[in-house]
């Protein structure tokens, strides 16, 4: 525990600590909550405006396609499966009506690639 709170403080000290400057210029440095609460609404009306939201949570699409990468013995992911994955709940559901049509044309698309490509057994 004694470590994470000294880098903590190494890292707050690296990061608003300049001995040239006076408390209240150091402070002042520190960002402004009421900004942040202002970013976070901005962010929140812009995230609802989208069409195809996507459901992967923190996880990033990196770290999506390493793991898919992973599980499918090192061929990795196409577009159209890590669109299919992202837009797909645990449960098995599709995140809106809009998204389900797309899939649906994608999993078409896909299966009949696979029946063409005379590589994949």
């Given at each position: 525990m004694s470590t994470k709170l000294e880098a903590m403080e190494e890292f707050l000290k690296?990061?608003?600590?300049?001995e040239h400057k006076a408390v209240r210029e150091m402070v002042a440095k520190i960002d402004?909550?009421?900004?942040?609460?202002?970013?976070?609404?901005?962010?929140?009306?812009?995230?609802?405006?989208?069409?195809?939201?996507?459901?992967?949570?923190?996880?990033?699409?990196?770290?999506?396609?390493?793991?898919?990468?992973?599980?499918?013995?090192?061929?990795?992911?196409?577009?159209?499966?890590?669109?299919?994955?992202?837009?797909?709940?645990?449960?098995?559901?599709?995140?809106?009506?809009?998204?389900?049509?797309?899939?649906?044309?994608?999993?078409?698309?896909?299966?009949?690639?696979?029946?063409?490509?005379?590589?994949?057994?």
């Amino acid at each position: 525990m004694s470590t994470k709170l000294e880098a903590m403080e190494e890292f707050l000290k690296s990061k608003y600590f300049d001995e040239h400057k006076a408390v209240r210029e150091m402070v002042a440095k520190i960002d402004d909550p009421r900004k942040a609460k202002e970013q976070s609404e901005t962010n929140r009306t812009n995230r609802s405006k989208s069409d195809e939201p996507h459901c992967a949570g923190t996880r990033s699409f990196p770290t999506i396609i390493q793991t898919v990468t992973e599980e499918s013995n090192g061929i990795p992911p196409s577009r159209a499966e890590m669109y299919i994955r992202t837009r797909t709940r645990k449960d098995g559901s599709v995140v809106n009506e809009k998204v389900a049509s797309i899939v649906e044309l994608m999993k078409k698309g896909l299966s009949e690639s696979d029946s063409q490509d005379p590589k994949k057994v």
